[in-house]
Antibody
Framework: QITLKESGPTLVKPTQTLTLTCTFS??????????VAWIRQPPGKALEWLAI???????YYSPSLHSRLTITKDASASHVVLTMTNMDPVDTGTYYC????????????WGQGTLVTVSS | SYVLTQPPSVSVAPGETASITCGGN??????VHWYQQKPGQAPLLVIY???ERTSGIPERFSGSNFGNTGTLTISRVEAGDEADYYC???????????FGGGTKLTVL
C-alpha cells in the first residue's frame, strides 16, 4: 500500500525559507520510472505543480518558481524534501506530495496535504 | 509553456450527462489524466491515459482525447459527483507537469 505524508512548518514569515518533507512507504524511489512530485493549492484556487524528482535523480521544476525551489531525496530514498526560498504571503496554501509511477503516468497517490501560511 | 484551459464551471441536473473539456495545443498527442477533488480532500485520480478508469471509479466516468480537446464525461450524474475536476498532462518538450485551471461541477 502506497502512502505519503507531508510534514513541515504550518507558519512561516515572509522572506523565510520553507522546508517540507515527504515521508513515503509502499514503493521505492529507486524503481525505474517512479517519481515524487510536489503540488500546491492556494485557498480556493487551482492545483499548481512545483517540482518532481525521479528514480534516476533527474529533477524538474515549475518554470515560474524554478529559481526558488530545490527538491532532493535522502540516501535511503524514503524521504523527499522540498525547499522554497523567499516565501511570500501569496505562497500560502496546501502543499501536497504525490507519487507518479512512470514518466508519463498520472499521479496515482497523494499525501493528505499540509497547509502552510505565510504571515508576519 | 504549455497551457490547459478548462471551463470554470459546469452545471447539470441529476441523471443528466456532464462534459468537462480540457483544451490544449494538440493535446491529442499527449496523455491526459483527470482528478476529482472534493472540499477538504486531496485530489483523486479518476481517469488516466485519456480514457482508463481508476479502480473503484464508476463506469459512469469516461474520458476521450482528440485534436485540441480532452474531455471527461460523467453520465447519469449524481449529487455525489459534485466536485472540482482537474486535467493534467506531462509536456515532454519542456519536461513540465501541467494542470488545467479546474472546473467546478455543480449538480442542480
Amino acid at each position: 500500500q502506497i502512502t505519503l505524508k507531508e510534514s513541515g512548518p504550518t507558519l512561516v514569515k515572509p522572506t523565510q525559507t520553507l522546508t517540507l518533507t515527504c515521508t513515503f512507504s509502499g514503493f521505492s524511489l529507486s524503481t525505474t520510472g517512479v517519481g515524487v512530485a510536489w503540488i500546491r493549492q492556494p485557498p480556493g484556487k487551482a492545483l499548481e505543480w512545483l517540482a518532481i524528482i525521479h528514480w534516476d535523480e533527474t529533477r524538474y521544476y515549475s518554470p515560474s518558481l524554478h529559481s526558488r525551489l530545490t527538491i532532493t531525496k535522502d540516501a535511503s530514498a524514503s524521504h523527499v524534501v522540498l525547499t522554497m526560498t523567499n516565501m511570500d504571503p501569496v505562497d500560502t496554501g496546501t502543499y501536497y506530495c504525490a507519487h507518479r509511477g512512470g514518466v508519463n503516468a498520472a499521479i496515482g497517490f497523494w499525501g493528505q496535504g499540509t497547509l502552510v501560511t505565510v504571515s508576519s | 509553456s504549455y497551457v490547459l484551459t478548462q471551463p470554470p464551471s459546469v452545471s447539470v441536473a441529476p441523471g443528466e450527462t456532464a462534459s468537462i473539456t480540457c483544451g490544449g495545443n494538440n493535446i491529442g498527442g499527449k496523455s491526459v489524466h483527470w482528478y476529482q477533488q472534493k472540499p477538504g480532500q486531496a485530489p483523486l485520480l479518476v481517469i488516466y491515459y485519456d480514457s482508463e478508469r481508476t479502480s473503484g471509479i464508476p463506469e459512469r466516468f469516461s474520458g476521450s482525447n482528440f485534436g485540441n480537446t480532452g474531455t471527461l464525461t460523467i453520465s447519469r450524474v449524481e449529487a455525489g459527483d459534485e466536485a472540482d475536476y482537474y486535467c493534467q498532462v506531462w509536456d515532454f518538450s519542456t519536461d513540465h507537469m501541467v494542470f488545467g485551471g479546474g472546473t467546478k461541477l455543480t449538480v442542480l
